[in-house]
């Protein structure tokens, strides 16, 4: 049951420390190991809008900060008409530091939606591009004739 995961009750936990006085949209966001450990984090915005953090950045930065990588499984919860939808720059995110993970999107009534990071973000710009070896799709490019 997912109300009962306690991945999902961090995000709502973070989800209750929401700094969201400007859009009123509170979001919360829990990512956890491999090892089972869990790390939780709302949006926090600011006057100077775009200066906005996400949930979903918040809690990855959690992990990081505590040495912690390899995140097999993230929430993101909201209180949205339908499941929060990862906005393009956590996508980016959610690929340099979960690439491998199943992202669970859920909202207050209930109503989930399952995912993966690598379905969230086709033809992804990674490290392979600035090493100039492969990007993450590199074996479905085609040369110009
Ligand atoms: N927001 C998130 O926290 N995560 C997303 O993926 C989408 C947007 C927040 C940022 C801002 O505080 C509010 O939602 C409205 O954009």
């Known amino acids: 049951m997912l109300r009962d995961d306690a991945l999902v009750q961090a995000a709502w936990q973070a989800w209750a420390n929401a700094y969201a006085p400007y859009s009123g949209l509170a979001v919360g966001a829990a990512v956890e190991t491999a090892d089972g450990q869990i790390f939780a984090g709302c949006n926090v915005e600011n006057a100077s809008y775009g200066l906005t953090l996400c949930a979903e950045r918040n809690a990855l930065a959690q992990a990081v900060a505590r040495g912690q990588r390899g995140i097999c499984r993230v929430v993101v919860v909201a209180d949205t008409t ?41 033809l992804a710009f990674d490290r392979g591009h600035l090493l100039g070896k492969t990007g993450s799709e590199a074996g479905n490019t085609q040369r110009a004739t």
Do not use: F, H, Y
């Open 82 to 122: 339908q499941p929060l939808a990862p906005c393009g720059a956590c996508r980016q995110w959610l690929w340099e530091l979960a690439p491998a993970a199943e992202v669970i999107l859920l909202n207050r009534q209930g109503e989930w939606r399952r995912s993966t990071t690598a379905e969230l973000l086709p």
